[in-house]
Every structure is written in structure tokens, then in C-alpha cells.
């Protein structure tokens, strides 16, 4: 059973992300389950694996037109698709990297993998996962937890 | 290694495999004493770099592909041992950093940062030279 302080860490995880680089705070929606093993995902995702202690998934997945809005706001003028996944990965290590200081060792946690523009190459290892929309601005994405 | 002139800037070099962090550290940087002379995606291409441009100063991402972080900051040290290394990653956890600044980094900033929070970390780098 996963514990809510742990998926208070991936949530933190992500807000912090975007309060540090936009200083505009993202807001957390009402988390569900999704016991059909399809969570869903948005053009662009990133993508942690973990192992040890819980295995399974953690992704990160948002809307081209969110990801835009988030680098005009660092001053980024390149908006094009590398640069957009570049992105989605920085929020995904920032994941990675609050998950690695809170678990310690207990958790082996992947280097992030990008996916976009093809939601089938994302498959998540469970039936339930735990979604957590991330509201920010007028666009919402999805924090996806899939740990056994 | 050359001395900067006096009262001249200070070399930075950026190796980050993620292009928006470089980009970014290049324009956020805002410390009339740094001149950026280059940038890097990965360990193995910022080793090359470092001993052609000879920087004094080095932001250092640890995840990289190729050479990692830690390797990297090694080798530069190994070449230079007065270079001054921030190493600047998502790594939150306090034995990655403990380990960074055994192997000869200079200060550790965690990502995600602040355009603030980059400027006080150089700062207090520079304090050191």
C-alpha cells in the first residue's frame, strides 16, 4: 500500500519545479485511482522507473501548449519539440531527484525517458495507479504514480 | 592554468546535458565578473572543452551520458586543481553532494532553481576565489 507521504514526495517534486522556474505556484487537484491500468498521458511524458523498496512507475506527462507557457515564462524563446522534451525530462529528474532524498536507498530510481506524441510506448506495470492532476495557470496535467 | 586579468572576468564553462538548463544558467547568470566561454552536454565533451578554453569557473550537472558529474569534476580537477566547480543537479540527496565535494567540487546548488538562488550560489563560489 502506498503511503501518502510518499506520494506527497512526487508531488512536491513537481510544484517545486515550477515555482522555482515560473515563481508562479501550481495547484493540486483532487488525486483518483485508475484500476484499468490506463491512467493516461498527454503529448509529452516523463518517465521514472523504480525499483527495491516499490517497484514500478512514476511519470510526469502534460500538454504541448502547458510546456510552452512554462519555458516563455523562463525566457526560453526556442519552443520547439527538443526543447519541449528537454523540459518534460528536467521535471521528471527534479522527481527523481526529491524521490532519491526522501527514500534513500530503499528506492533505486531510473535515469528519466521521454516519450511524446505516443501514448502507447507508455505502459505502466499495474492496473491501479494513483493520479494527481497539476493545475497551473489555465492548463492541467497529470502526475501519474504506478507502484506496487 | 591563465590568472583572469585584473579586475577582469572570470571564465564560466556550463555542462549540463539538457540544453534549456544551459541556455538558461547562460542568461540568468548575472555576475559582471563571468564571461560564459562555453558549454557542454556531456562529461567526456567538457574535458575537451575545459583544456581548450580554461575556465575558472564551472557549473556541473552530475546525470550526464558518456561521464558522469562526479568523473567529470575529477578529470577537471586533475587538470586544474584552483578550477571552482558548482555542481548544479536534481540529485537532492546529501551523500550525492558529500561525495561531489570530496571528489573536488566547490559548492552544490540542487535543481530546480531560482535565477536568485544560481546568482547567490556563483556569488558565494567567487567568495572562495
Redesign the interface.
Known sequence: MLKESEIRTFIEGTT??F???A?QCASVGSPYLVTDGNPGAYEYTGVIGISGARKGVVYFTAPRGMLTVL?MR???T?TSD??IR??V??VA??I???A??DF?KNFVIS?PVVISHDERQLTTPHARSFVIPINWRTHSAKLVVCLE | MAKPAANGPLKLMIVDD????R??IE?SQQIARLEVVGSASNGRAAVEMFRRTQPDVVTMDL?MPEMDGVECVQELVAINSEVLILVV??????A?AVDAIAKGANGFL?????DR?LNDALEELLSEA
Open positions: 517545486n519545479y515555482e522555482a522556474t515563481q519555458l523562463m525566457q526560453e526556442d527538443e526543447n528537454d523540459l525530462g528536467e529528474n527534479t527523481s531527484g526529491n532519491r532524498r534513500g535515469v | 539538457s540544453n534549456i538548463i541556455r538558461r542568461r546525470t543537479s536534481a540529485l537532492a540527496d546529501k550525492t540542487c535543481k530546480p532553481f531560482t538562488q
